[in-house]
């Protein structure tokens, strides 16, 4: 346990969906008196709309969302992709992230497949072989092939040899990706 006189100065870059959050953080600390005393902020952002900024909490959300109990229904293989690569992400690591979001739209796409069609998914099918031969017995919304191709170009990115780094875009927009396909497959798909 430290002293206030022996901390160092601390900085922290916080980001929200809503102002209201940060001033609910910021009132937080105020309300420890030894904070308080020595809280300066430095400088508050105005409202970005930049995906850069705005995607910064939602691999924290996405493992928050893992933890609820609904979710459950979920497998848990799924679940435990998800949650590292939304660990992945926050660590900086773009590709590891990209490539588990990537298994884990293949592998729901596999189960798909399976149920549409009775028989084994073709063990050696990619992401985008499986997503083709899905749609020829799944009318997909459009919502849901733009959350599959954006996984799936991702993936591409990530796994094939090129002369660009993966970003932390490409790693979030296969999260992203990834999240809503298979949070369209257990509460839409399940149900016809």
């Known amino acids: 346990m430290c002293t206030v006189n022996e901390w160092k100065e601390i900085t922290i870059d916080l980001t929200s969906l809503k102002k209201e959050g940060v ?3 910021l009132n937080c600390l105020k309300s420890i008196p030894p904070i308080n005393d020595a809280l300066i902020v430095i400088k508050e952002s105005k409202k970005t709309h930049s995906s850069r900024y705005a995607f910064r909490p939602y691999a924290l959300a996405v493992r928050l969302w893992l933890e609820k109990e609904a979710v459950k229904i979920i497998p848990k293989d799924l679940r435990d992709f998800l949650n ?3 660990k992945h992400y926050t660590a900086q690591e773009w590709r590891t992230s990209t490539v588990l979001s990537a298994i884990t739209t293949e592998s729901l796409l596999a189960d798909l497949y399976e ?16 997503f083709e031969l899905a749609q020829k017995k799944v009318d997909f919304p459009e919502n849901v092939k733009q959350f599959i191709t954006m996984t799936n170009q991702a993936r591409i990115s990530a796994v094939h040899r090129s002369r660009f780094l993966v970003s932390d875009r490409a ?17 839409e ?4």
Do not use: D
């Open 23 to 25: 001033s609910f953080f």
């Open 84 to 86: 590292n690569s939304s």
């Open 115 to 130: 149920e549409e069609y009775h028989e084994s998914a073709p063990s050696k099918a990619t992401l985008g072989m499986l």
């Open 171 to 187: 790693a979030i927009n296969a999260l992203y990706g990834a999240i809503n396909f298979i949070m369209w497959y257990f509460s």
């Open 189 to 192: 798909y399940l149900k016809r």
